[in-house]
Nanobody, 120 residues
Framework: QVQVVESGGGLVQAGGSLRLSCVASGSIVSISVMGWYRQAPGKQRDMVANIISGGRTNYADSVKGRFTISRDNAKNTVYLQMNSLKPEDTAVYYC??????????????WGQGTQVTVSS
């Protein structure tokens, strides 16, 4: 059984920083893509950043230059360093482990989400 667990959310003032972490555990063989998505109240869930197993990264335009995604393949862990936070970054942040190969096959897995609130 695969589990994906996020941590690191919280309340921060505008201009501040937070670091999110996400660990995938279980009978994992490999994970092709790990990424972060966010969903604000009344809005759809959008991709924030992702990182391919080889290290290539992608960012939403709204976070480029402020957020940095990194990954530790050996630990099945992905991080999101968020700097210069803005009130519009307030959302529930979800971790996604994409095309995860385990003993039961290949699937996408989501974490339960962690709240990030940026006050003005």
């Amino acid at each position: 059984q695969v589990q994906v667990v996020e941590s690191g959310g919280g309340l921060v003032q505008a201009g501040g920083s937070l670091r999110l972490s996400c660990v995938a555990s279980g009978s994992i063989v490999s994970i092709s893509v790990m990424g972060w998505y966010r969903q604000a109240p009344g809005k759809q869930r959008d991709m924030v950043a992702n990182i391919i197993s080889g290290g290539r990264t992608n960012y939403a335009d709204s976070v480029k230059g402020r957020f940095t995604i990194s990954r530790d393949n050996a630990k099945n862990t992905v991080y999101l360093q968020m700097n210069s936070l803005k009130p519009e970054d307030t959302a529930v942040y979800y971790c996604n482990a994409g095309r995860l190969r385990s003993s039961t096959g290949v699937n996408d897995y989501w974490g339960q989400g962690t709240q990030v609130t940026v006050s003005s």
